[in-house]
């Protein structure tokens, strides 16, 4: 395979993007290269430099329906899973905890080994994703609004950003013909099904039409951080078909794991190859034995995995119920959150939630009406409703 600097000049990159891509991946670092890199990024985010404590703290106490996570832990046999793997902390891996994730892996979501990979998260190999497979003369499509990772990436290297808003008339799925018309030549067709910020499936017919039709060289890339939540088919299935597919998944939703940091790519092994040219050792080598121990526990819990989400829509059926009696739209949704319209600037209505000590998620540019709300426990969503109730009254 090309040196990397070679590759990326060739592609059109210039030498000042080479810099930056350099810097972003830690080429020529070994710590930086052990590190997660978007993990950094994700944490810069989350937390502004300018009040790092306070930004935290201001969460301490408040009902958490901002940030997409799961209202409880992970599963409890999990969990113990985990835990039993602190004791054995000494080593860098104590067993074979990598080779049984991905034969669980293998198993589940019937692809195989050789097309797995574990990463801590999914941030990192999503922008990953967009470094290796876009260039300046290969864009990235997206849809708009929809998770911005990967086109914050592509505008952070100067990459041209498409951006396909959802539309009523098509159910707010990703808009997949739309997609191709935009950028005939793209590098990436992103979609995230089911969408974040709208909780929107797009089926897997659509993203097989995509695949199909896109120009040769480009990848569809599938977030399915939140398939879990929907129990929707997954494109897995074109990944084991061999495709031009990737596809992402996180532990950070439905498993309850943000925190403990574990996601996977699954993509055919010479796209893989292409994505760690980038890095001199596999991000795969630096995984917590934690998360590898309690990850692999909850893939095969089929029914815990149903009654989670079942929990999820009757919270979110009675939450939608509360709004309508208020008078209120929202857009219909299949994960664990969803789009609320107050039909005023959203951080009015966050602002004011916060007061109620309920944090409530954000808005897009383009709907600066709606707020993205978190489905959480029913306890949660009771709190919501009141807040709700009180700031209307
Ligand atoms: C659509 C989507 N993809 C990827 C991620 C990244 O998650 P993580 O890095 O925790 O795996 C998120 C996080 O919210 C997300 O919403």
Redesign the pocket.
Known sequence: MKEVREDLLERGYSRWQFGRISALLGLGSAAMAASPL??RA?AARSVPAKAPIEEVQSKVGMVRLGS?ECWTGPFPEAAQAGAAMVQYGNRYEPSNLHAQLIDTVAQVEKVPQTHILPWP???DP?SRTVVTFCSPTRGLVTADPT?E?AWRTAAWLGVKVTKVPLRAENGYATDVRAMLAADPNAGIYYM?SPN?PTGTVTPLADIKWLVAHKPAGSIVLV?E??IHFAGTPSAAKLVAENRDVVV?R?F?KLFAM?GLRL?LSMARPDLHAKMMRYDGTSQSGTLSIVALATGTASLTRAAAIAERRKQMIAAREETFAHLKKRGLTYLPSNANMFMVDWKQPAQTMRDAFARSKVDIGRSWPIWPTMSRVTVGSAQDIQAFCAALDQIMA
Do not use: P
């Open positions: 978007i993990s994700a997409n998260g999914s941030s999503l998770f990772n995230c974040n977030d951080a939140y992402l996180t950070s943000a996601g």
